[in-house]
């Protein structure tokens, strides 16, 4: 009880509802699921940069696909082995941001119609190995910046949908220090 009660003191008190109110504003306007009206964020605008998000992971998949099935040399296995890899976690990432569009009331964009105008990376075929990860590495670069700069767009407005945005970008951080490693191993 000691514990609740120091709590209590360094919160703020102007943001917490009383009970009745906060039972009373969840019964309004049902039909808006997870949007409540403390939302804070643009929706519509959260909605399209997802979908541009969405866009980018449909092209990063289909790229590693291509990259996968057309990589060829001595060093090729453990390449493809990555491609292979990012393809998945890429498929997962463009799960998650259709989930999350859903969620805030909107529709997931999974048209082939201006996939590569509504991504921010560019699909490059690539014919070798080093210009197959280098074209990887440069669209991981590209989705570093792009999540990190909804990250920032967001700021407290939408914490669930910047927490899964940072979620992703760790992995892009990830898959772009694998590209990179791969790049100087086929240096040396």
């Known amino acids: 009880m000691k514990h609740a009660k120091n709590m209590a003191s360094t919160t703020n008190p102007a943001v917490l509802s009383n009970i009745h109110d906060l039972r009373k504003r969840a019964r309004k306007n049902i039909e808006a699921g997870a ?54 976690e890429e498929m997962a990432h463009g799960d998650r941001l259709a989930k999350r569009i859903t969620e805030l009331g909107g529709e997931p964009n999974f048209s082939p119609d201006g996939l590569s105008e509504r991504s921010h990376a560019e699909y490059i075929e690539g014919d070798t190995l080093n210009s197959m990860i280098t074209e990887n590495l440069i669209a991981e670069r590209i989705a570093i910046e792009s999540y990190r700069e909804m990250v920032i767009y967001l700021a407290e407005h939408d914490p669930t949908t910047q927490r899964m945005l940072k979620e992703i970008l760790a992995m892009e951080e990830e898959h772009a220090e694998d590209l990179a490693s791969l790049l100087t191993d086929m240096k040396a």
């Open 35 to 88: 949007v409540t009206k403390g939302y804070g964020a643009d929706r519509t605008e959260v909605i399209r940069l997802l979908n541009e998000a969405l866009a980018t992971e449909l092209v990063c998949v289909l790229r590693y696909k291509r990259h996968y099935f057309m990589a060829k040399g001595i060093n090729s296995d453990s390449v493809k082995a990555e491609f292979h890899a990012h393809a998945i």
